[in-house]
């Protein structure tokens, strides 16, 4: 079984930064996509970015120029550094992972989430 647990976030300022983790733990064959998603009161989970096996990376508009999406394939972990951060990106951020596991069962699991609060 292969699970995801987060750890950064918290309390920043506007302009601020804050990073994020991700440890894949499990019975890991591959992780062939690597994603933070995030949600806001209200609002739909949204993708935030995104990092492939090969290192293709997508970002949201909103947060090009500002997070940098990273993957350490080695210790399984992922990262989000966020830069310039605004108020808009106060949400709940969910790391989540697609790939498959030592059986070759495939697996799609997302971690617990972990909150980030831009306040004024």
């Known amino acids: 079984q292969v699970q995801l647990v987060e750890s950064g976030g918290g309390l920043v300022q506007p302009g601020g930064s804050v990073g994020l983790s991700c440890v894949v733990s499990g019975s890991i064959f591959s992780i062939d996509v690597l994603d933070w998603y995030r949600q806001a009161p209200g609002k739909e989970r949204e993708l935030v970015a995104r990092i492939t096996s090969d290192h293709r990376i997508y970002y949201e508009d909103s947060v090009k120029g500002r997070f940098t999406i990273s993957r350490d394939n080695a210790q399984n972990l992922a990262y989000l550094q966020m830069n310039s951060l605004k108020p808009e990106d106060t949400a709940v951020y969910y790391c989540?992972?697609?790939?498959?596991?030592?059986?070759?069962?495939?697996?799609?699991?997302w971690g617990q989430g972990t909150q980030v609060t831009v306040f004024e």
């Open positions: 989540h992972a697609v790939g498959y596991s030592n059986d070759r069962r495939s697996y799609d699991v």
